[in-house]
């Protein structure tokens, strides 16, 4: 992580935080996973918009969780195109693809005002010892990673924009009332039109389109970069 940030000075109990989780399924009460966050954990930030936590090639020593913000992975294609490889919300874990060969793939960019929990692989070692049922909630965190990745790949070559637009936005929804606890229906954009694009591969002019189309139909309201979801993802008519 670039050293020039500074820690976050206060500590919040955030219960959307995967480390957190982690905890309490292994038993541990809130003052131990406070008295834990504060020894295997630190908070950094802020990262400002377009700074990079860290880049393609950096060596890899730890896991992140996002603690408030946005946060994008990104590489450059063989044929020199910028792709997207996912969005990060509060509460999300991120850095995984840098465990294999101990160096990250990907770019990871702040795309607003955001800090990070990071727990290095040392730590987690020595938290793995003393509570070994936290090494297998890790590896279930990975594979559910790894399942969504693969799904991604094939609605990207399999669905229609409308589809893989509308299952972006269901998926923001469920992870924001999933992760940060929160009953609605809108999520805010924090990303542009052009990073949507770059991740489900389509244009910026595309996507305006699509959005429009599901709005027209009744799936969202569109508000700037608010959306407020109408109808069910299982609901979508694949003709509009």
């Known amino acids: ?15 959307h935080c995967l ?8 038993g541990l009460n809130c003052d131990e996973i406070d008295q ?42 063989y044929d020199g195109d910028l792709h997207i490889s996912g969005f990060y919300l509060a509460g999300d874990l ?7 060969q101990r160096r990250f793939a990907t ?11 990071e727990l290095t692989f040392d730590n ?4 793995a010892n003393d509570y070994p049922d936290l090494q297998s909630q890790l590896i279930s965190e990975l594979g559910r990673v790894i399942a969504n990745k693969e799904h991604e790949a094939l609605s990207t070559h399999h669905h229609l924009l409308t589809q893989r637009l509308m299952g972006f936005l269901a998926d923001l929804l469920y992870r924001v009332r999933e992760r ?8 805010e ?20 389109r699509t959005l429009a189309k599901l709005e027209k139909a009744g799936y969202i309201v569109n508000t700037k970069r608010r959306i407020r979801i109408l109808k069910d993802y299982s609901s979508l008519d694949v003709a509009i």
């Open 1 to 15: 992580m670039t050293p020039k940030l500074r820690l976050v000075k206060h500590r919040h109990r955030c219960t």
């Open 19 to 26: 480390f957190r989780r982690f905890f309490v399924n292994v």
């Open 36 to 77: 834990t966050g504060q020894t295997t954990t630190t908070n950094i930030g802020p990262y400002h918009p377009g700074e990079y936590l860290y880049r393609a090639g950096d060596p890899c020593n730890a896991l992140y969780v996002v603690h408030a913000g946005t946060v994008k992975t990104e590489t450059v294609t």
């Open 94 to 100: 991120f850095g995984a693809d840098g465990i294999h």
């Open 107 to 117: 770019d990871a960019m702040a795309i607003e005002k955001t800090w990070v929990c």
């Open 124 to 127: 987690w070692a020595t938290l």
């Open 180 to 187: 940060q606890g929160l009953q609605t229906n809108e999520i």
């Open 189 to 208: 954009l924090t990303m542009t039109k052009t990073d949507i694009a770059r991740y489900l591969g389509a244009t910026p002019e595309s996507i305006s």
